[in-house]
């Protein structure tokens, strides 16, 4: 039995369905990294700038040329020159081979020097003395801990805008991935080990971070806020967390770490000293599993 074809208003409807389920997934342009709020993000977007611009070198003739191609040499066309004894020819082969290879080695080139340049180990150039925090990442949530400032947070990092920040990150759990789009680049964090990123700021606002690892049901709700204060603001916060009422001991640790779900940001107006060495150590070998009193660590560089 044949069928109907869609009419105009079934052919709009399957258009924005369509539409609708590809663009589901992305976040808004003032979220996401193509706006970027401090210097990595911006060398970030910069860098997929010039690679998709250096590509286009190889794409944009194959999108031209081949509708043109196909209306010329389309079925029952009889004016286009046909050659069947045609085999070679060194213009075309040059062309077709070289601009490739020379494509190739552009951005092999640019990849190289800008990957050195976001070594994510490397400070930030004149950008002064960083502030360090060490990152738990936990079940469904985020551990901050600020070493020197002796405070810690829950699924809220704070800092201040125009200094450098030194991230420490360890898993307590699962590989998880943090990511700040609008600061920084992903970056994996796994048990018993220890990575490292250096972010910036350079605007007072607020960044989503979120857990990017696929590692298990509601991990894409693994989400936290990245706040940016002035400098006199961010110590006026860190005053106010000072006087806050929960102390990150270990009895407060092993609540946070054993319970498998999402918490609202909170505050510890203190932290019990050496923890993210321990949680680090406690997946080696000889460190006792139970946290009785961590002892202090030897303190990031």
Known sequence: MPTRPPTGTQTRAILTTTLATCLCGCSPLSSGFLNP???????QRDLLFWIVGVSMVVVLPVLVLTPWLLWRYRFGQQQAPYRPRWEFSLPLEILSWGVPVLVVIGLGALTWGRTHQLDPYQPLPDSGPSLKVQVIALDWKWLFIYPEQGVATVNELVIPS?????LSLTSATVMQSLMIPRLAGQIYAM????????????AVG??????????GVGFQQQRFITRSLAPEAF????????QANATLDCAAYLHLS???SQV?????????????EWVMRSFHGGTPRTCDGPTQGKSDE
Not at 37 to 43: H, N, W
Not at 191 to 202: C, I, K, P, V, W
Not at 206 to 215: P, V
């Open 235 to 242: 110590d006026q916060w860190l005053d106010t967390t000072r």
């Open 37 to 43: 709020a401090g210097p990595v993000a911006s060398a």
């Open 264 to 276: 609202p940001p909170s505050l510890y107006r203190s932290v019990q000293p050496g923890l993210f």
């Open 258 to 260: 054993q319970n498998p």
């Open 162 to 166: 125009g200094r450098s920040v030194h």
């Open 191 to 202: 048990a018993g080990m220890r990575t490292q990123q250096y972010l910036q700021s350079d």
């Open 206 to 215: 607020e960044f989503t971070g979120r857990n990017t690892q696929f590692n």
